[in-house]
């Protein structure tokens, strides 16, 4: 039996929510860790950016990476907005070394 792939694509950005990141992975709680130990890339790391706000889940990694580009591609109001949709308060879901849905923060 074949085991499955999970691929992330996924928004972090400042404790402030003035600076935004996206990036693909395929271990979203390792690369969260990496992030917040100032091991993500040089962007993530001289900016501060390590808040987990959005992500989204494909069994392929040519998808990731092609929503990836999608993304990164649209306007920053189109990304705020896309936030907002789903996780509408911004708040981090790395928490405890696992990953939240929004509807679990508790609101």
């Not at 085991?3 to 972090?12: P, Q, R, T």
């Amino acid at each position: 039996m074949d085991k499955i792939h999970l691929y992330y694509v996924y928004i972090l950005t400042t404790l402030k929510n003035t600076v935004l990141y996206t990036g693909v992975t395929n271990d979203l709680i390792r690369r969260c860790d990496d992030h917040k130990q100032g091991k993500g890339a040089g962007f993530t790391h001289k900016y501060n950016v390590s808040k987990l706000v959005y992500y989204e889940i494909y069994e392929s990694i040519d998808q990731a990476i092609a929503r990836e580009k999608q993304i990164k591609g649209l306007s920053r109001l189109k990304k705020i907005n896309m936030i907002d949709r789903f996780n509408h308060d911004w708040v981090e879901l790395y928490q405890n070394n696992r990953i939240l849905r929004p509807a679990e923060d508790g609101k």
